[in-house]
């Protein structure tokens, strides 16, 4: 028995007339009543009781008109959820991120506005080590990254940025460079180092400056760097966006002289991604203008203060 046969079964049941029901299906009369019948012997039962004047449902087909019309309500509704699946209206999506996209905001605006365009998608988001997001999503674990650019990544991957941003410098309070406008790489050739996972700004500023880094600690996530910074166990270099967002004892940062060192957040997506949830994410973040900090923002803020 096929679906078609209970269509016809409920239609005839709810026109109890074979007319109108062959009608209602755009089928001839004769059709309906073939069809009718076959399913009567798949069943073993009659489910109409038929005059010349009257059609007329049995008690045997009352039960099965109930137990019909159940199946094509759960097979509309099976129907209705592939095809939403396959536009990627509902499903899960798998996020990964660093903490620093975290602080920036731009994890929060792209999953907000994803949720509002696409309610029945679960979100899940978890923090991973940075150096484990390329891999995590070439391997098809997680769908979209937020990471903290530049990093190595496989020929499969590719990246939108969405915040340009640039790194400054954490101080324990009172260390001498900390009421300084900006301070100089080289000024820092004694320092040690706590690293955060994006080790670039650490490393770049050490070549401008002429000197190898003394690293004494790589705790892992930027509050961590922050909180050893602020126990006064070395200075950090770390993004400028994290100044706005975290406010921890005995921190302070300073801009650092010289040309400015680049450090962008971007997500990071597989090229040819075949997931429809996927795909609309990736479009969504595609079409995001990217957003630009500049030193110039912080000149002007602590000429204000």
């Given at each position: 028995m096929e679906l078609r046969h209970l269509r016809y079964f409920v239609a005839l049941a709810e026109e109890l007339h074979f007319a109108r029901a062959a009608q209602r299906l755009n089928i001839a009369p004769p059709t309906l009543t073939v069809q009718i019948?076959?399913?009567?012997?798949?069943?073993?039962?009659?489910?109409?009781?038929?005059?010349?004047?009257?059609?007329?449902?049995?008690?045997?087909g009352e039960v099965f008109l109930a137990e019909a019309r159940a199946v094509l309500e759960r097979f509309a509704r099976a129907e209705s959820a592939g095809r939403r699946a396959g536009r990627g209206e509902i499903g899960r999506i798998a996020i990964g991120y660093v903490g620093s996209a975290a602080y920036a905001g731009v994890l929060q605006d792209q999953t907000r506005r994803f949720?509002?365009?696409f309610p029945a998608v679960e979100v899940g988001a978890r923090e991973w080590p940075m150096e484990s997001l390329p891999g995590l999503v070439a391997d098809g674990e997680v769908d979209v990254g937020f990471v903290r650019l530049p990093?190595?990544?496989?020929?499969?991957?590719?990246t939108h940025v969405l915040l340009r941003d640039y790194f400054c410098l954490a101080l324990p309070v009172g260390h001498p460079a900390a009421g300084e406008a900006a301070v100089a790489p080289e000024r820092l050739a004694g320092e040690g180092f706590v690293a955060p996972e994006q080790g670039a700004g650490t490393y770049e500023v050490a070549r401008r400056g002429g000197f190898a880094p003394r690293i004494v600690s790589?705790?892992?996530?930027?509050?961590?760097?922050?909180?050893?910074?602020?126990?006064?166990?070395?200075?950090?270099?770390?993004?400028?966006?994290?100044?706005?967002?975290?406010?921890?004892?005995?921190v302070v940062f300073a801009p650092l002289a010289g040309e400015t060192i680049a450090s962008e957040v971007a997500a990071l997506f597989r090229t040819g991604e075949a997931g429809p949830m996927a795909r609309n994410f990736i479009r969504q973040v595609i079409d995001t203008p990217e957003l630009r900090l500049s030193p110039d923002d912080w000149a002007?803020?602590?000429s204000v203060g």
């Open positions: 019948q076959e399913i009567e012997r798949t069943l073993a039962a009659r489910l109409f009781a038929r005059t010349r004047r009257s059609v007329a449902l049995t008690p045997a949720r509002a365009g990093m190595a990544l496989p020929r499969s991957l590719r790589a705790p892992g996530s930027l509050l961590a760097v922050l909180t050893q910074v602020s126990l006064g166990m070395g200075v950090a270099v770390v993004p400028s966006v994290v100044r706005e967002v975290v406010n921890l004892p005995n002007r803020a602590r």
